[in-house]
């Protein structure tokens, strides 16, 4: 049983106000991306998505005469410290077990190594599933982070995300107790 849904953590206002900022239909897909590459590289799905819903919560804005600036913000962002945090204290504070808040914080915090020194990083498959799932939806300049979804329709696809993982999760509770 799952302490927090996605639905619990996108109705929040928290996560609105930031999903908004970094692109809602753009977390929707990259979660979508996650529940497939996790059950692909055997990663837990429920930690997956969530962190993939949550990857771009520490976006800002980088703005220049009213237009967006992708070079001050290929230059300067450090989103994924921000989102980090910001990840883990909504988790937290929607009754999320904090040793899975942490994974899914540090998944959201090394979904990128745009903010890094240049070099070779270490990560683990969770962290791994959500680089990848960030990157099959990417669009040049990112223009991802654009893209608009109504809110009813981000709800449903949200709801049945939620339920794919249900499913996915009671099959394989029935799967190892049968063994």
């Known amino acids: 049983m799952r ?11 928290i996560a609105q106000k930031y999903l908004n900022r970094s692109g809602v239909a753009h977390a929707i897909s990259t979660s979508y991306h996650a529940f497939h590459l996790a059950i692909q590289y055997k990663v837990d ?15 800002y804005e980088w703005y220049q005469d009213g237009k967006w600036d992708f070079e001050q913000y290929r230059q300067n962002d450090i989103h994924a410290i921000k989102g980090a945090e910001r990840a883990h204290k909504l988790l937290i504070r929607l009754g999320e077990k904090p040793t899975n808040a942490k994974q899914i914080a540090l998944a959201v915090l090394l979904h990128t190594d745009s903010y890094l020194p240049e070099g070779k990083l270490n990560t ?3 962290q ?18 654009y893209r608009t979804i109504e809110k009813k329709l981000a ?15 009671q099959n394989t509770t029935n799967l190892k107790e049968a063994n």
């Open 45 to 59: 799905v429920d930690l997956a998505t969530k962190a993939a819903l949550l990857h771009d919560i520490g976006h």
């Open 3 to 13: 302490e927090v849904t996605l639905t619990d953590l996108f109705l929040h206002p």
């Open 155 to 169: 709800l449903v696809k949200i709801k049945n995300l939620d339920s794919l993982i249900d499913r996915y999760l």
């Open 124 to 126: 683990d498959d969770l």
């Open 128 to 145: 791994q599933v959500v680089k990848l799932a960030d990157e099959a939806d990417e669009e040049p300049n990112g223009k991802h982070h």
